[in-house]
Structure formats: structure tokens, C-alpha cells
């Protein structure tokens, strides 16, 4: 069982910077795969990033390539989303998944966190 919680959400301008967090508990944390989905209203939820269980492998949406970056410490027990030069189409709540396999499919994923809500003004 892996439990997740995100962090570092917030309300920013266009433009602008955040860091996501997302600590998982624990002691088998480096034998998953990690990634970031996001759900705006009205819309289904969607891939952003992925990592593998090492952190040599990393991929992202079309959408937010070269702006957003996925990492991971396995000496914390967390993987982050850096994002930079946000848009008011970012704005979703952001949740972070674990699973057995590195992919792109929600469905591949066993383990959510709550999410935490990402707002870019205009």
C-alpha cells in the first residue's frame, strides 16, 4: 500500500512558477513508477508527465513540453513537478500516481493522491 499526498498548489499569473510535491509513504517507493495527471472542470483527467522507477526515463504531454519538469528523490520518498511559464489553460487540480508500470494511462496506475489545485490567472 502507497499513500500520496500532494503539495505546493496555489493561485499564480501567467507566466509564472510553480513546484509541485508529492511525498509517498512507504518503503518500497523506488519500485514504482510515478506520474503527474491533471483534471480541469468539465474535462477528463489527463496525463501531464511520467517518470520510471529509477528516474531514467522521463516523458511529458505535448502540452507542457519545455515548460514542466518531473523528478524524483527515492532517498525522500517523493517526486516532484517543477512548472515554469504557466498558462490559464494549466489551471486543473494535479494529482501524482504511482504504479507498477511506466506509462501515460491513468489506468495503469494503482495509487492517486488527492490532487492539489493549480489556478493561472490571465
Known amino acids: 500500500q502507497v499513500q500520496l499526498v500532494e503539495s505546493g498548489g496555489g493561485l499564480v499569473q501567467a507566466g509564472g512558477s510553480l513546484r509541485l510535491s508529492c511525498a509517498a509513504s512507504?518503503?518500497?517507493?523506488?519500485?514504482?513508477?510515478l506520474g503527474w495527471f491533471r483534471q480541469a472542470p468539465g474535462k477528463e483527467r489527463e496525463f501531464v508527465s511520467r517518470?520510471?522507477?529509477?528516474?531514467?526515463?522521463?516523458d511529458n504531454a505535448d502540452s507542457v513540453k519545455g515548460r514542466f519538469t518531473i523528478s524524483r528523490d527515492n532517498a525522500k520518498n517523493t517526486v516532484y513537478l517543477q512548472m515554469n511559464s504557466l498558462k490559464p489553460e494549466d489551471t486543473a487540480v494535479y494529482h501524482c500516481?504511482?504504479?507498477?508500470?511506466?506509462?501515460?494511462?491513468?489506468?495503469?496506475?494503482?495509487?492517486w493522491g488527492q490532487g492539489t489545485q493549480v489556478t493561472v490567472s490571465s
Open positions: 517518470i520510471s522507477r529509477s528516474g531514467a526515463f522521463i
Open positions: 500516481a504511482a504504479g507498477r508500470i511506466y506509462s501515460s494511462r491513468d489506468s495503469d496506475y494503482d495509487y
Open positions: 512507504g518503503r518500497t517507493f523506488s519500485s514504482y513508477a
